[in-house]
């Protein structure tokens, strides 16, 4: 009796696993928070960047649009789209610096480390969250002759469809919007919301430059759409440019979604 006893008491096998997996779980969540596991996991990231840009055959379209700003030492805003991030530092010219515009939650945070080991700094903020103290730096990187880099659709979204806040930030720097984009032909494109592009070694890619959008220091509050979405059209076609380039299907921007009557 005690025995049937004893063996009703004992869990099952399935309950037991899936004990076994969330006791097993906390240790190694802590494990990948810590601080020295994500600077490795950075400098790997970075590493593997490099590999990419030095074994893929590189060809640049309309190479020339931002020649002259660099020439001049007349900064700009250099402007992708998020799920494009991985190899954009290959359409700089090196060593001129820029520093890119990075959020403040954590995912953005390992982005600002790795980029750091690619040499390219960052500014934490977004155009809109934590936006202030963001812009009074750029501004100040703006005045000493320096570049920013910005994701009009950081760092969550919607996918390719462009905020205000890069039109604010160019007009208070008095300044011209480059897009560019990249593609290859060889990759990985991962299910998050942003269809993150990674890219394999030893590829065909290429880096398009779109042309340049001047926005006016007193563009009228009604004129901010109409920069808005001249961004998000040159950006997107720029990529499906880049992607056909590359014998690639275009990746669709996120539904526009309806405004409420």
Known sequence: FM????????PPPSQTLKSHKLSMAKPLKR???????????????AQYIRLVAATCRWEIIRGEIPTPFWDKGEPFVL???HGRLL???????QPLPIHMLISQHRDGQLISRTAKYIGVSSIIGSSNKGGAEAIRNMLKIFRSGECIGITPDGPRGPRMRAIDGVINIARLADATVIPATYSVK??????????FIVPRPFSKGAIVWGQPIRVPRD?????????RLQIEDELNAICDEADALCGQQPIEPAPIEAQPS
Not at 87 to 93: E, G
Request: proline content about 2%; overall charge positive; some cysteine.
């Open 3 to 10: 025995h049937c006893n004893l063996a009703m008491m004992k």
């Open 31 to 45: 494990l990948l928070q810590s601080t020295a596991v994500q600077i490795l996991a950075c400098w790997l990231g």
């Open 79 to 81: 402007c992708f789209w």
């Open 87 to 93: 190899m954009m530092h290959k359409c700089w010219r």
């Open 186 to 195: 060889h990759r990985k494109v991962l299910g998050s919301w942003d269809r």
């Open 219 to 227: 563009a009228e509050p009604d004129d901010v759409e109409k920069y």
